[in-house]
């Protein structure tokens, strides 16, 4: 059973920084995109970034040139280096992969608190 699972969510003042991981198990394929995405209460679930097998990335405007992901592709790993977090970051951030029938794979979710 293919699971992933994310870890590094926490509480941070503003301007601060956290990294989230999200590691895939029981999988017995490469992940195709990997990405995260964030739902904040009263809010729809909203890309935050996306990285394609080959290392291409896309993000979503509002954190362009704070956060950067990456991936380990033998450990079939993503990350989220988050920096300078403001409050309106504050929501859970989901991993998700694609598997290469296009199924996609979601993460539990894990919460990011930024406080003023």
């Known amino acids: 059973q293919v699971q992933l699972v994310e870890s590094g969510g926490g509480l941070v003042h503003s301007g601060g920084s956290l990294r989230l991981s999200c590691a895939a198990s029981?999988?017995?394929?490469?992940?195709?995109?990997m990405g995260w995405y964030r739902q904040a209460p009263g809010k729809q679930r909203e890309l935050v970034a996306v990285?394609?097998?080959?290392?291409?990335?896309t993000y979503a405007d509002s954190v362009k040139g704070r956060f950067t992901i990456s991936r380990d592709n033998a450990k079939n790993t993503v990350y989220l280096q988050m920096n300078s977090l403001k409050p309106e970051d504050t929501a859970v951030y989901y991993c998700?992969?694609?598997?290469?029938?296009?199924?996609?794979?979601w993460g539990q979710g894990t919460q990011v608190t930024v406080s003023s």
């Open positions: 998700k992969g694609v598997a290469p029938w296009g199924y996609d794979y």
């Open positions: 029981g999988s017995i394929f490469d992940f195709n995109d």
């Open positions: 990285i394609t097998s080959g290392g291409t990335t």
